[in-house]
């Protein structure tokens, strides 16, 4: 509270500063007038209501626009003013905005579940176009009613492990699963394998989800255990040439053999409890991926980045 000039008393007086609007207010005016004089009316205010505004339309267009909602939605932003009849107390305290949200229930979820999917794929650091194919899959399954009183984490992570397989840009099951809020590996795979049936027998579409190669994964695992660029180059080679074998593991367990051996002739060797938490693979199943390997090594490992002389060293099986 401070003195100031009043235009309508003509005197000096005591004024209050409303913080909400942003007005100097005479005090005297105030007492015997609802509408009291505004000795001054501060610009940053408006600014500031402007912009909040402007954020909040951005924010509403986002989602009013999204396609998969059944309806658009409605929001308003309510940049509140004092009630001038109101006691002081109340009259400085006014607040200075409230979101007002219109909309079904089912557009609800349907947001809920789409923030889900977007914050497990950012900590994945996956594209946009993978996003918008698990919402678009999350959205099918949504409509037939039938995932109720299952496990809402493991059907999102699932239908974002099957946009991954459909934008060939495919993530292991233990990845989805670090990121998707306590589901089990297990879950996920039950949930994937719940909405690949129900989207093929209920809507009669096929879920091809393309084939996985051990290529896929290994940049990202070579780049987990910091490998030099030179080892990362022969493991690409190694993985591509191994295609050609009759090797019946998974992908992803190939990889992880192959790289087990490429660090092996390499000065920077990786103890294989390393290769394993990197790759997601048991310890044993990278052994006996490694003895199935072992006897093509001279035929997939490259000749410019090991010589005959270091294949014969490498550690028997």
Same mark, same amino acid.
């Given at each position: 509270?401070?003195?100031?000039?009043?235009?309508?008393?003509?005197?000096?007086?005591?004024?209050?500063?409303?913080?909400?609007?942003?007005?100097?207010?005479?005090?005297?005016?105030?007492?015997?007038?609802?509408?009291?004089?505004?000795?001054?009316?501060?610009?940053?205010?408006?600014?500031?209501?402007?912009?909040?505004?402007?954020?909040?339309?951005?924010?509403?267009?986002?989602?009013?626009?999204?396609?998969?909602?059944?309806?658009?939605?409605?929001?308003?932003?309510?940049?509140?003013?004092?009630?001038?009849?109101?006691?002081?107390?109340?009259?400085?305290?006014?607040?200075?905005?409230?979101?007002?949200?219109?909309?079904?229930?089912?557009?609800?979820?349907?947001?809920?579940?789409?923030?889900?999917?977007?914050?497990?794929?950012?900590?994945?650091?996956?594209?946009?176009?993978?996003?918008?194919?698990?919402?678009?899959?999350?959205?099918?399954?949504?409509?037939?009613?039938?995932?109720?009183?299952?496990?809402?984490?493991?059907?999102?992570?699932?239908?974002?492990?099957?946009?991954?397989?459909?934008?060939?840009?495919?993530?292991?099951?233990?990845?989805?699963?670090?990121?998707?809020?306590?589901?089990?590996?297990?879950?996920?795979?039950?949930?994937?394998?719940?909405?690949?049936?129900?989207?093929?027998? +209920?809507?009669?579409?096929?879920? +091809? @989800?393309?084939?996985?190669?051990?290529?896929?994964?290994?940049?990202?695992?070579?780049?987990?255990?910091? @490998?030099?660029?030179?080892?990362?180059?022969?493991?690409?080679?190694?993985?591509?040439?191994?295609?050609?074998?009759?090797?019946?593991?998974?992908?992803?367990?190939?990889?992880?053999?192959?790289?087990?051996?490429?660090?092996?002739?390499?000065?920077?060797?990786?103890?294989?409890?390393?290769?394993?938490?990197?790759?997601?693979?048991?310890?044993?199943?990278?052994?006996?991926?490694?003895?199935?390997?072992?006897?093509?090594?001279?035929?997939?490992?490259?000749?410019?980045?090991?010589?005959?002389?270091?294949?014969?060293?490498?550690?028997?099986?």
């Amino acid at each position: 509270m401070s003195d100031a000039f009043c235009p309508d008393c003509k005197r000096s007086t005591e004024v209050v500063f409303d913080h909400s609007a942003g007005d100097t207010v005479c005090l005297r005016v105030r007492a015997t007038c609802s509408r009291p004089t505004r000795i001054d009316e501060t610009s940053e205010w408006r600014t500031f209501a402007n912009e909040s505004r402007r954020v909040t339309i951005r924010f509403a267009d986002r989602w009013a626009s999204n396609p998969l909602l059944t309806r658009r939605r409605c929001f308003r932003t309510v940049i509140s003013k004092p009630n001038w009849a109101a006691p002081q107390g109340d009259f400085l305290s006014s607040s200075l905005g409230r979101w007002q949200n219109r909309g079904s229930n089912s557009d609800r979820s349907l947001i809920l579940a789409f923030r889900t999917i977007a914050t497990m794929a950012d900590r994945l650091g996956l594209v946009a176009t993978i996003k918008d194919r698990a919402n678009e899959i999350y959205k099918k399954v949504e409509d037939l009613k039938s995932i109720r009183g299952r496990n809402q984490d493991a059907i999102l992570a699932a239908c974002l492990y099957i946009a991954c397989r459909q934008e060939d840009r495919p993530r292991t099951v233990k990845e989805i699963c670090s990121v998707a809020n306590g589901a089990t590996k297990k879950e996920i795979g039950r949930a994937k394998e719940f909405i690949v049936k129900q989207l093929e027998v +209920e809507m009669g579409q096929s879920m +091809e @989800m393309g084939t996985i190669h051990a290529g896929d994964f290994l940049r990202r695992f070579c780049s987990s255990l910091g @490998m030099a660029n030179q080892a990362v180059k022969a493991a690409q080679e190694a993985v591509q040439k191994s295609e050609e074998l009759d090797i019946r593991r998974s992908p992803i367990s190939i990889a992880a053999a192959v790289i087990y051996i490429i660090t092996q002739l390499s000065e920077e060797k990786k103890l294989l409890r390393d290769i394993s938490v990197a790759t997601g693979v048991a310890e044993g199943t990278i052994r006996n991926s490694y003895k199935d390997l072992h006897p093509y090594v001279a035929k997939i490992i490259p000749t410019w980045f090991a010589k005959e002389e270091d294949l014969k060293n490498l550690c028997s099986p």
